[in-house]
């Protein structure tokens, strides 16, 4: 939809909501809901984002190392951390993957509380369906609470190079780089577990964190403080009833095979044993393919503005 300013107004005196004036908008006068909107505006007024990389970075680095907070107050785990390991379900998996992108996995000397610089601050992550993208947080106006999908918030800056683990060349922006690069300069990367669902390799981009854009299989073996994982037809989030269409939800739930996972990122990271081995889909062997267009599904074309209801006996 496109039209003048002048058929757009703000619900009221907060700013913080819009609503159209007038019919001119494909002869709507309110929204409607088979159409897509884009309303472009100047913004002021930018807030300081970003500081919860420090502040994850800097709890942890307190809890292991400090005695004491700065007023004193004693640190209840003095001297009894181990090791530190983070889990995450969606978009907070996204926060630890630009965390460990932009250096904060390295600990920052603090003054009087004495803390090792350049010690890792996490020393595994457990990464659950976080698909293969960052945050929207670096950024002026930043909206961390927002993501992407097929139809909604397509421009949320999430999705920017570098994009996989292993260092490579970016023929779009012409840059080279991986998310590693910083902490493999100060030796602070963390045992990594990136389990997928299938529903983010569908709607959030996961076969980049394995793949170089060019049709190539990435050498997982140059990553080895790294394992992927493919949760096979599960769900972004498991159910039992109908949702918003006709058939019931997927009811596969992860929850034993992530508490698995997480044994075994413990024994990785304090033993040293090696956990399984790396299950994705490859395109060498052609387990990772393309969608296949809806004639290859067999689905019929659908005219537009017709509803179609399929009903399974």
């Keep these: 939809m496109s039209g003048p300013s002048s058929g757009w107004d703000y619900t009221d005196a907060t700013l913080t909501a819009v609503k159209l004036t007038s019919g001119d908008f494909g002869g709507q006068g309110a929204f409607s ?30 809890l292991r190392q400090a005695k004491t907070d700065d007023i004193g107050v004693v640190n209840p785990l003095a001297a009894d951390v181990q090791h530190i390991y983070t889990f995450c379900s969606s978009q907070p998996c996204r926060t630890t993957r630009d965390f460990v992108l932009f ?10 509380r004495h803390f090792a610089e350049g010690e890792p601050v996490f020393d595994g992550i457990l990464n ?28 949320t800056p999430e999705i920017q190079f570098p994009f996989a683990d292993l260092a490579i060349f970016d023929r779009v922006t012409g840059k080279y780089g991986g998310r590693l690069d910083r902490c493999r300069g100060s030796h602070t990367c963390p045992k990594i577990f990136e389990a997928n669902s299938a529903n983010e390799y569908w709607a959030k981009a996961s076969s980049v964190l394995t793949t170089d854009g060019q049709r190539h299989d990435l050498p997982l073996d140059e990553t080895p403080n790294i394992r992927y994982y493919l949760f096979s037809s599960f769900p972004h989030g498991a159910g039992t009833a109908a949702g918003i269409c006709q058939q019931p939800q ?62 399974v006996a």
């Design 103 to 112: 250096g904060f996995n390295q600990a920052e000397s603090s003054g009087d």
């Design 250 to 311: 997927n009811p596969l739930a992860p929850n034993q095979l992530l508490r698995a996972l997480l044994l075994d990122l413990d024994d990785w990271v304090s033993t040293g044993r090696e956990p399984p081995r790396n299950r994705v889909p490859r395109l060498a062997d052609r387990t990772l393919a393309p969608a296949l267009p809806q004639s290859g599904m067999g689905f019929p074309k659908v005219p537009s503005g017709v509803w179609l209801e399929l009903k």
């Design 128 to 155: 659950w369906k976080g698909g293969g993208s960052g945050i929207f947080m670096n950024y002026r106006f930043a909206q961390p609470g927002r993501t992407h999908r097929q139809h909604i918030a397509r421009w």
């Design 33 to 62: 809901p088979p159409a897509l909107y884009e309303f472009t505006y100047i913004a002021k007024d930018p807030i300081v984002v970003g500081l919860g990389f420090a502040s994850l970075r800097d709890l942890a680095t307190f």
